[in-house]
């Protein structure tokens, strides 16, 4: 990406950590971003039913944060397991065929990066990945993991073959298997039998823990992990393009409700000039927001310990 902007990205969200919070560099403009809910019910608690987009072409740049649910410290046993009673009707994929392999893409004795390659998938092809001298084709699957008291832990996936994205702190102690929970996509949505972003090139910088993306559709984006600790995983995005007719969500989640009690996001919140608002993750028709964060209150029988996820801090302008 041209005249990359990673100090004043620092500074437009330096304060960010807490909700709601956020400094701006006086040459950016804040933005927001239309919110739609695409969602529709199921009984199935392993189909992405829920499918909120992101719109607005002047967004150049914003954060995703990535939260643990505000009972996790209460939390007494969790629930992780897949639960496919009711999954009769899922659609079935296209089976393209592929060797499974895994390849470690990067090592430093802190940092890891793991790329997988799973006998089929839906999609024929997927991006391009490149981790300094290592490329590798038909990559269904990268992982971050980052050393914590001598091991190391998963913090951060992406899904190279449909853009594809899943985040959480690193797990409290007593829950070290703490569950993924809301998919999120960064770049130009668009659907190929679903939501996808088509990623042409995924680079991999794991010292700056940064990504560059290259989308089939033109344009390109930066999504940077700007910390992580037990509380939430911060990701800061700057985008370029592309502009196209009619305009393309810059991003999107994927997640699953049946109940407020068996779902990884049950309720939305949103901001707006006139105030803050939330309603239940179905009932959500569309706002101009200027953050919008998906959440659970409830104990949820499924996933119970995955994050929030949170959008916030849109910049329509970065200036020089």
């Given at each position: 990406?041209?005249?990359?902007?990673?100090?004043?990205?620092?500074?437009?969200?330096?304060?960010?950590?807490?909700?709601?919070?956020?400094?701006?560099a006086?040459?950016?403009e804040?933005?927001?971003?239309?919110?739609e809910?695409?969602?529709?019910p199921?009984?199935?608690?392993?189909?992405?039913?829920?499918?909120?987009?992101?719109?607005?072409?002047?967004?150049?740049?914003?954060?995703?944060?990535?939260?643990?649910?505000?009972?996790?410290?209460?939390?007494?046993?969790?629930?992780?397991?897949?639960?496919?009673?009711?999954c009769?009707?899922?659609?079935?994929?296209?089976?393209?065929?592929?060797?499974?392999?895994?390849?470690?893409?990067?090592?430093?004795?802190?940092?890891?990066?793991?790329?997988?390659?799973?006998?089929?998938?839906?999609?024929?092809?997927?991006?391009?990945?490149?981790?300094?001298?290592?490329?590798?084709?038909?990559?269904?699957?990268?992982?971050?993991?980052?050393?914590?008291?001598?091991?190391?832990?998963?913090?951060?996936?992406?899904?190279?073959?449909?853009?594809?994205?899943?985040?959480?702190?690193?797990?409290?102690?007593?829950?070290?298997?703490?569950?993924?929970?809301?998919?999120?996509?960064?770049?130009?949505?668009?659907?190929?039998?679903?939501?996808?972003?088509?990623?042409?090139?995924?680079?991999?910088?794991?010292?700056?823990?940064?990504?560059?993306?290259?989308?089939?559709?033109?344009?390109?984006a930066?999504?940077?992990?700007?910390?992580?600790?037990?509380?939430?995983?911060?990701?800061?995005?700057?985008?370029?393009?592309?502009?196209?007719s009619?305009?393309?969500?810059?991003?999107?989640?994927?997640?699953?409700?049946?109940?407020?009690?068996?779902?990884?996001?049950?309720?939305?919140?949103?901001?707006?000039?006139?105030?803050?608002?939330?309603?239940?993750?179905?009932?959500?028709?569309?706002?101009?927001?200027?953050?919008?964060?998906?959440?659970?209150?409830?104990?949820?029988?499924?996933?119970?310990?995955?994050?929030?996820?949170?959008?916030?801090?849109?910049?329509?302008?970065?200036?020089?």
């Amino acid at each position: 990406m041209k005249n990359r902007s990673w100090g004043l990205l620092a500074a437009l969200v330096l304060a960010s950590a807490l909700p709601g919070a956020g400094v701006r560099a006086a040459d950016a403009e804040p933005g927001t971003a239309w919110v739609e809910n695409h969602s529709e019910p199921t009984d199935c608690a392993e189909f992405d039913n829920v499918y909120y987009t992101l719109t607005d072409q002047r967004v150049r740049a914003f954060q995703i944060d990535v939260s643990a649910p505000v009972y996790l410290n209460d939390l007494k046993t969790d629930d992780t397991a897949p639960n496919f009673a009711n999954c009769e009707a899922m659609k079935d994929d296209p089976k393209n065929k592929f060797t499974p392999k895994q390849v470690t893409l990067y090592d430093d004795g802190e940092t890891r990066v793991v790329g997988h390659t799973y006998a089929e998938s839906w999609r024929p092809k997927g991006a391009e990945v490149v981790v300094g001298e290592k490329a590798e084709r038909d990559l269904h699957l990268v992982q971050l993991f980052e050393k914590v008291d001598g091991k190391f832990i998963e913090y951060l996936v992406v899904y190279p073959f449909d853009g594809y994205w899943r985040a959480k702190p690193l797990p409290p102690e007593r829950f070290p298997d703490a569950a993924y929970g809301t998919s999120f996509l960064v770049g130009p949505v668009e659907t190929q039998h679903r939501p996808i972003v088509d990623i042409s090139r995924l680079e991999i910088d794991p010292k700056a823990k940064l990504f560059r993306m290259t989308f089939a559709r033109g344009g390109s984006a930066e999504l940077k992990v700007s910390s992580v600790d037990r509380s939430r995983v911060l990701l800061d995005v700057l985008l370029e393009g592309p502009k196209v007719s009619p305009p393309a969500p810059f991003a999107a989640i994927r997640s699953m409700f049946v109940s407020p009690t068996n779902a990884d996001a049950a309720r939305v919140n949103w901001r707006t000039t006139a105030g803050l608002y939330n309603a239940p993750i179905m009932e959500f028709k569309g706002a101009n927001a200027s953050e919008v964060r998906f959440d659970r209150i409830e104990l949820s029988r499924h996933n119970t310990s995955a994050p929030d996820v949170t959008f916030r801090n849109f910049v329509t302008a970065l200036g020089k």
